[in-house]
């Protein structure tokens, strides 16, 4: 998981790990977080996101956020997505979240081939959150935020089951916003498809 950072760290360099989370929900925010680790103090467990349990990224997320050199957490709304679409919005996310960083990083590694134009050297890497440290530690710190986020929104908007599913096209998510309509945190540029044909 660190061998992408340690050329790196051998020259002295600073890296930042960036990743995403929620590009593919009918609702709420895409998440983006960038993560700096530190090369003296190697996080034990991370990984992509997406292999660890609820429980372990909760822990994970306390770890990082404690132990990491430095990190940032920034949404790009779905009234944003709606506009601009999800690809950009995405990059918006984490060019918010790298601005956001306390820490100016000598180099970005970026889950993915597409470049978000963050104004520094940037290393895209397909597939990062299961190849690189810092790239995995920003897929869990992106996808805990946005979970909670979700279960938030599950509160005021009840009839969804946001906090089952976190707005992601299951079934039971379909069928609700069929039985509802959309909600105010609903994309409404992915609903197209799914309410032009009722498909139940």
Not at 81 to 93: P, V
Not at 137 to 150: C, E, F, G, P
């Amino acid at each position: 998981m660190y061998e992408y950072e340690t050329p790196c760290w051998a020259k002295g360099q600073t890296v930042c790990g960036i990743d995403e989370a929620g590009r593919g929900p009918l609702a709420g925010p895409v998440c983006a977080a960038a993560v700096i680790l530190d090369p003296n103090d190697r996080i034990e467990g991370v990984n992509d996101s997406k292999k660890l349990s609820e429980k372990k990224r909760e822990e994970l997320f306390d770890e990082i956020t404690r132990r990491a050199l430095g990190y940032a957490i920034a949404f790009a709304s779905h009234a944003e997505i709606d506009e601009i679409n999800i690809l950009q919005a995405t990059f918006l996310a984490m060019r918010r979240a790298f601005d956001g960083l306390s820490l100016r990083p000598d180099v970005a590694f970026v889950d993915g081939n597409r470049d978000p134009g963050l104004g520094c050297p940037t290393l895209c890497i397909v597939k990062g959150d299961a190849k690189s440290a810092s790239v995995a530690a920003a897929s869990i710190l992106a996808k805990v935020t946005r979970d909670r986020y979700m279960k938030e929104m599950a509160v005021k908007y009840p009839a969804y089951g946001f906090e089952i599913h976190k707005g992601y096209p299951t079934k039971a998510h379909r069928e609700a916003i069929l039985l509802h309509g959309p909600c105010e945190i609903h994309r409404a540029t992915f609903l197209r498809k799914l309410l032009s044909h009722d498909d139940r």
